[in-house]
C-alpha cells in the first residue's frame, strides 16, 4: 500500500468535501477567539507585509484584514480553496490581498514570491502538521524562515500527543503497533494519522512538544511561547465543533 504523499494531500483538500467544509468556515466563522489574541499580541505591525501558509479558502486571511492588516500575502497548494478564497475577497472588497498557489516546502518555485520578503508569517489551523513527512515539514519552516525579516514572528498551531491522558494513553497503544510493525502501511511516520470526517480525507502527524521544539530550533526559529488553545481563550461552540484544541506555537525569526 502506498504511504500518504504531498500529491494525497493536495487532492484530498482539493476534493469538493474540503473545499465545502473551509469554504463555510471561510464564510461563517473568521478567526477563533485566541488566534485574534495571539496575533493581536505578536503580529503588533499592521503595516507589516505577512505571509499567511496553508490559507485555505480563506478563514483567516479575510480574519486579519477585518483586524486591519492589510499588506496580506496568502497561499495555498490547493488550487481550489484558493479560488474559493479569492471569490470570498472579492465579496469583502479585499482585492487586495494577494492570494496565490505555492506549496509552502518550495516557495522558490513560485515565481510571485520572487525577491519578496515578509515581517512575519502564520501557518494556522495545524496546517504544517499536514505535510507528510519531518524533513518536508522542516523544509517548511526552512522555507518561511528563507523569506521573513530577521526578528519576524511566526504564529502556527498543532496538536499535542500528551495534551491528556487518554491520548498518551492512545498513543502508547500506538507505539506497540509500530513496533510490531501492524501499523496503518499508508503511514510516514509515527504520530501520523490518515481519518475520514465531515472534511473528507485527512492526514495530520500529531508531533509531541519536543519534537516542535527540536525543529524550530533546527530551522532558525528561536521559540518564543507555547500553549493550549484552552488555556489561550474561551471559544464557541461553532469554532469547538470546527475544530479540536490545539497548541499553539509562537517563534521569532533568528538572526542568522
Ligand atoms: C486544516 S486546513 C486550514 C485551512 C485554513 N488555514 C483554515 O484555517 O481554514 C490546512 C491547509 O494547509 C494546506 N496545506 C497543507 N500542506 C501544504 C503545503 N505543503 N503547501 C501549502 N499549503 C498546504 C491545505 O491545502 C489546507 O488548506
Redesign the pocket.
Known amino acids: 500500500m502506498k504511504k500518504i504523499s ?1 500529491a494525497q ?2 487532492a484530498d ?2 476534493h469538493l468535501t ?1 473545499v465545502m467544509h ?1 469554504t463555510r ?2 464564510h461563517r ?1 473568521g478567526l477563533w477567539n485566541s488566534e485574534r489574541l495571539l496575533i493581536e499580541e505578536y503580529f503588533s505591525d499592521q503595516a507589516a507585509p505577512l505571509i ?10 479575510l480574519g486579519l484584514w477585518d483586524l486591519g492588516y492589510r499588506n496580506l500575502t496568502a ?4 488550487d481550489e ?1 484558493v479560488d474559493q478564497a479569492i471569490s470570498l475577497a472579492v465579496e469583502r472588497e479585499a482585492e487586495a490581498i494577494h492570494f496565490l498557489q ?4 518550495d516557495l522558490a518555485a513560485c515565481h510571485a514570491l520572487a525577491g519578496k520578503t515578509f515581517g512575519g508569517a502564520l ?6 502538521m ?2 507528510p513527512g519531518r524533513s ?1 515539514r522542516r523544509a ?1 519552516l526552512r522555507e518561511l524562515h528563507r523569506v521573513c525579516t530577521p526578528g519576524a514572528p511566526l504564529l502556527f498551531t498543532t496538536h499535542d500527543r500528551n495534551c491528556s491522558p487518554t491520548e498518551k494513553a492512545l498513543w502508547r497503544l500506538e507505539a506497540l503497533r509500530w513496533k510490531r510493525g501492524t501499523q496503518d502501511p499508508r503511514l510516514v511516520e509515527f504520530g501520523d494519522r490518515y481519518f475520514s470526517d465531515e ?1 473528507g480525507n ?1 492526514f495530520m502527524h500529531l508531533p509531541d512538544r519536543e519534537e516542535i521544539l527540536e525543529d524550530l530550533a533546527a530551522t532558525g526559529w528561536t521559540h518564543t511561547h507555547d500553549a493550549m488553545r484552552r488555556q489561550v481563550a474561551a471559544e464557541t461552540r461553532a469554532v469547538r465543533d470546527f ?1 479540536d484544541d490545539c497548541r499553539f506555537w509562537v517563534a521569532h525569526r533568528a538572526e542568522r
Open positions: 504531498a494531500v493536495r483538500f482539493n474540503a473551509y468556515a471561510a466563522l499567511e501558509a496553508g490559507c485555505g479558502a480563506g478563514r483567516a486571511t497561499f495555498d497548494f490547493a480553496l505555492a506549496d509552502a516546502t501557518f494556522l489551523f495545524n496546517g504544517l499536514q505535510i518536508h517548511a472534511a485527512t475544530s
